[in-house]
């Protein structure tokens, strides 16, 4: 079965003095997800948005929240994310010492459970967990900063988790967040990548033009 392509267009590049507008922007030119990556300062070496962020946000906005959490064991803050909006709710398993345990409370608090690796994880990591998750995330970059380049050897994971995917009929998305843009896109979904995290690429420039290239690009893909 063919994967349904999706953009995520990431916050943390929006305007922030503006994200109401941001938001209704993103709505009306038809992006998929709102992905909003939340830092601790701890997991990786910076700070970004927490909950009170999370919760003003979900008044002006209806689209799916896709929240990643680069925190030190985010079991402690999974109820919290979810009553301020989160639709799923993605997690490090580099950060979860009980990654089963912190599934469940993503289930338990009504949200969707993902689960992320960073690039230099094993894809093997999130093998055990493929079958309670709805989306992977593999990180192209390091998390915790933007504009990096992609890091090609991530590519080959993603390859391997849709594989292992597919040979047993498991219905995943896979995600990919960090250097993606339009001149790599192509390569990036033949490597068996369906949702897209684009900060920059949606939020520099003209935004509807933006979503509307990367969703023609997916609609002219060859392999779809």
């Given at each position: 079965m063919k994967p349904e392509y999706k953009l995520a267009p990431s916050i943390l590049a929006a305007d922030f003095a503006k994200l109401a507008d941001e938001l209704a922007k993103l709505k009306n030119a038809e992006a998929d997800y709102v992905h909003i990556d939340v830092m601790d300062g701890m997991f990786v070496p910076n700070i970004s948005i927490g909950i009170p962020v999370v919760r003003s946000i979900r008044q002006y906005s209806d689209m799916f929240f896709d929240v990643?959490?680069?925190?030190?064991?985010?079991?402690?803050?999974?109820?919290?994310?979810?009553?301020?909006?989160?639709?799923?709710?993605?997690?490090?398993?580099?950060?979860?010492?009980?990654?089963?345990?912190?599934?469940?409370?993503?289930?338990?608090?009504?949200?969707?459970?993902?689960?992320?690796?960073?690039?230099?994880?094993?894809?093997?990591?999130?093998?055990?967990?493929?079958?309670?998750?709805?989306?992977?995330?593999?990180?192209?970059?390091?998390?915790?900063?933007?504009?990096?380049?992609?890091?090609?050897?991530?590519?080959?994971?993603?390859?391997?988790?849709?594989q292992y995917i597919n040979e047993h009929n498991l219905?995943?998305?896979?995600?990919?967040?960090?250097?993606?843009?339009?001149?790599?896109?192509?390569?990036?979904?033949?490597?068996?990548?369906?949702?897209?995290?684009?900060?920059?690429?949606?939020?520099?420039?003209?935004?509807y033009e933006n979503v509307k290239n990367f969703k023609n690009a997916f609609a002219s893909y060859k392999n779809i």
């Open positions: 990643h959490l680069m925190i030190e064991e985010p079991i402690r803050y999974i109820e919290r994310f979810a009553k301020a909006g989160a639709d799923g709710i993605t997690v490090h398993v580099e950060a979860c010492s009980d990654m089963d345990k912190t599934i469940d409370e993503i289930e338990k608090a009504g949200v969707k459970p993902a689960i992320c690796l960073s690039p230099d994880t094993p894809y093997e990591s999130v093998i055990p967990y493929l079958d309670r998750v709805y989306m992977v995330l593999v990180m192209s970059v390091y998390p915790g900063y933007g504009g990096q380049e992609l890091i090609e050897s991530t590519l080959v994971k993603a390859k391997a988790i849709r219905n995943v998305d896979i995600e990919m967040d960090g250097g993606i843009k339009l001149s790599n896109l192509e390569h990036v979904l033949d490597n068996g990548v369906n949702v897209i995290v684009a900060g920059t690429g949606v939020f520099k420039g003209e935004l």
